[in-house]
């Protein structure tokens, strides 16, 4: 028997539904509009105020971290480094990227992912326990609601945005009507300006929802045992309940299930080691075959444009001065600087996206001896540029404390072995804790300035 075939007794018309919610409640607007259609009996401010000081606590972290993030990036240094041109204010920027510890980079991003991530399953469930409220009517009864419903408009829709272009940066699917930094930078300040003003809204909800019912005794209350709030405590609780099928304890079990699941399915491409198999959720499917060059890279020279032809006997690095000094460019083979004073520092890569590397033995020269080299004892920045055609990361402003730090390296080679195409031979930028894309690979020139 088809849903059509089957006896109205079975299958009530939405029309006779909305009927007899009318009936029930008289005045009520019908279908989703009407509180009594929200029948979860779990659902109220108690549960919701819960749930939301679990994402407020965590999305508090994640946005420090995102601005961390933002710093390593050094967007005061150089107008290529600055992804958010026009940001005024909002792009406020407190201190240079220090290069230690070497892990800084590595661990501030593997949070801010990874927590990213794991709030995913909260983020779900606590828009589940207000949905009631996105069907408020009517949506505007006075200026103070009107300003609660603009804050939960750009809480929730900045949520969303952040969530979604998130994860598929993570996922490196690029399908965004921009670029993903400016798009990610300025949506995490809207969600951020209707959190604040949505928490001063709620403070006082919130607090006394959690005073009227302890967390502990609440856990201890199975499926059987729940009850309803009030219908006074909140619009959130249904007038006309239906019978329990979840208790609270049920529901923050299941969502803090999800997240725990999300936890082990990326926590891998931060730690690295034996975890790394179980990140599933983590960029994959890149074969690098065996051997010293065997860790994780972004994009290979192929898909930038490199190819082998210009990375051969007669590449070249070029070394100048910024600012036209009249001092001829210093042009070096690779044999050259392999002839060098060579140096091997032991530093992982850590990408946007959350992933790292293992520590690698990368060697080659330092770039405080290239600054010499090119006639600049003391230098404020570098500009690194790739034989790489196209992409905002062509190139990348490192800062005096990067270039003086004894660990950067123009590196030659990796784990022993000469660096591979795919990891930017035949030379590239490696410096603590920096960025990976700042690591510039296949580069042409650094130039100095003073």
């Given at each position: 028997m088809t849903d059509d075939e089957k006896p109205r007794t079975l299958r009530p018309s939405l029309a006779r539904r909305a009927a007899k919610a009318l009936r029930r409640h008289p005045g009520e607007m019908p279908g989703p509009f009407g509180r009594s259609f929200w029948r979860s009996p779990i659902r109220g401010p108690w549960l919701t105020s819960v749930l939301g000081l679990v994402l407020l606590a965590g999305v508090s972290v994640v946005f420090v971290t995102g601005l961390l993030s933002y710093a390593a990036y050094n967007p005061d240094l150089n107008r290529i480094n600055d992804t958010t041109h026009g940001k005024g204010l909002l792009g406020f920027y407190l201190f240079s990227w220090p290069t230690h510890p070497v892990w800084l980079y590595r661990v501030n991003q593997g949070v801010h992912v990874t927590l990213g991530l794991v709030l995913i399953?909260?983020?779900?469930?606590?828009?589940?326990?207000?949905?009631?409220?996105?069907?408020?009517?009517?949506?505007?009864?006075?200026?103070?609601?009107?300003?609660?419903?603009?804050?939960?408009?750009?809480?929730?829709?900045?949520?969303?945005?952040?969530?979604?272009?998130?994860?598929?940066?993570?996922?490196?699917?690029?399908?965004?009507?921009?670029?993903?930094?400016?798009?990610?930078?300025?949506?995490?300040?809207?969600?951020?300006?209707?959190?604040?003003?949505?928490?001063?809204?709620?403070?006082?909800?919130?607090?006394?929802?959690?005073?009227?019912?302890?967390?502990?005794?609440?856990?201890?209350?199975?499926?059987?045992?729940?009850?309803?709030?009030?219908?006074?405590?909140?619009?959130?609780?249904?007038?006309?309940?239906?019978?329990?099928?979840?208790?609270?304890?049920?529901?923050?079990?299941?969502?803090?299930?999800?997240?725990?699941?999300?936890?082990?399915?990326?926590?891998?491409?931060?730690?690295?080691?034996?975890?790394?198999?179980?990140?599933?959720?983590?960029?994959?499917?890149?074969?690098?075959?065996?051997?010293?060059?065997?860790?994780?890279?972004?994009?290979?020279?192929?898909?930038?444009?490199?190819?082998?032809?210009e990375t051969g006997a007669s590449w070249q690095l070029t070394l100048d001065q910024a600012g036209g000094t009249g001092h001829p460019p210093l042009r070096l083979s690779r044999a050259e600087l392999l002839a060098m004073e060579q140096h091997t520092a032991y530093l992982p890569i850590a990408c946007v996206e959350g992933w790292s590397t293992d520590n690698q033995a990368w060697t080659g020269v330092r770039l405080r001896d290239l600054a010499r080299l090119a006639g600049v004892s003391r230098p404020t920045s570098v500009l690194a540029e790739s034989l790489q055609r196209g992409g905002t990361f062509r190139h990348g402003a490192l800062s005096a404390g990067q270039i003086m730090d004894p660990d950067s390296l123009l590196a030659l080679r990796v784990n022993g072995a000469d660096l591979s195409l795919d990891h930017g031979y035949p030379a590239r930028v490696i410096v603590p804790a920096n960025p990976g894309v700042h690591n510039t690979k296949w580069v042409a020139s650094l130039t100095f300035a003073s």
């Open positions: 399953p909260i983020l779900l469930a606590k828009l589940w326990s207000v949905l009631p409220k996105l069907f408020e009517w009517p949506p505007l009864r006075s200026p103070a609601h009107a300003l609660e419903r603009l804050s939960l408009l750009l809480l929730v829709g900045g949520a969303v945005f952040e969530f979604v272009t998130g994860v598929l940066n993570i996922q490196q699917w690029y399908k965004f009507p921009g670029s993903f930094y400016t798009l990610h930078f300025y949506g995490a300040w809207v969600f951020v300006a209707g959190l604040v003003v949505h928490v001063g809204l709620k403070s006082r909800t919130v607090i006394r929802s959690l005073r009227s019912r302890g967390l502990i005794r609440e856990l201890r209350i199975d499926t059987a045992h729940t009850e309803p709030e009030s219908p006074d405590a909140s619009e959130l609780v249904s007038p006309a309940p239906a019978a329990p099928t979840l208790s609270r304890r049920g529901a923050l079990a299941f969502a803090g299930a999800g997240s725990l699941l999300l936890l082990a399915l990326s926590v891998g491409q931060s730690l690295g080691g034996p975890l790394r198999r179980t990140a599933l959720l983590a960029p994959h499917g890149q074969d690098l075959g065996g051997g010293p060059n065997d860790f994780q890279i972004n994009q290979t020279a192929a898909e930038v444009g490199v190819s082998a032809a």
